[in-house]
């Protein structure tokens, strides 16, 4: 048995634009509908009005022809496990949904092996890199914004009210926290 997809259906190509699928749409909904060719099969009506709800949509477009690449490519065409048959088929009921699409995908070992390298390069990164926010710094004690007093000769935590510090507005960098003199201390 074999199903023919939307675009089999309207009779365009699957790189048609939306005025093309318009276009046939229009040509075979007159050739086709029920009432005005009371000959016809009203089954052919519908299938062709699905082709067109399905194709007339971006997103559902996208979704459908990643559906019929995955298929063609990478599924079995009659169920099991890996084969699902999720394609919107003219005339064929909806299935329940992203939930089944979803466990087709994760069954499927051609996405194990993209999730592994994935989370596995994702994880690495993550191990080298460091950040040079005071409360995210992940390597030896935390440090935070300080700057080097001349005539003191210590790191000191800005303060704006200091003479010495407004005169020479130093350049604050990140330093350890046990290395940076406390304020509060001296006074």
Known sequence: ?????HYDVLGVAKKASQDEIKAAFRKLSLETHPDL???TDAEKFKAIAEANSVLSSPNERMKYDRQLLERSM???PGGGMYGGDNIR???ARTHAGGMNMAMQTLSNPRYWAAGIVIFGSLAA???TMT???PEVHLHGSP???AWLNPKTKQWE?????DPVYRKLQPKLEMVPRHKVRRRNMER
């Open 89 to 91: 088929r003219p005339g």
């Open 37 to 39: 060719n009371p000959d």
């Open 157 to 161: 935590q800005p303060a704006p009210w």
């Open 125 to 127: 990164l993550m191990g």
């Open 1 to 5: 048995m074999s199903t023919k997809n």
């Open 74 to 76: 990478w599924r079995k």
């Open 143 to 145: 440090v935070i914004e």
């Open 131 to 133: 950040s040079k926010r």
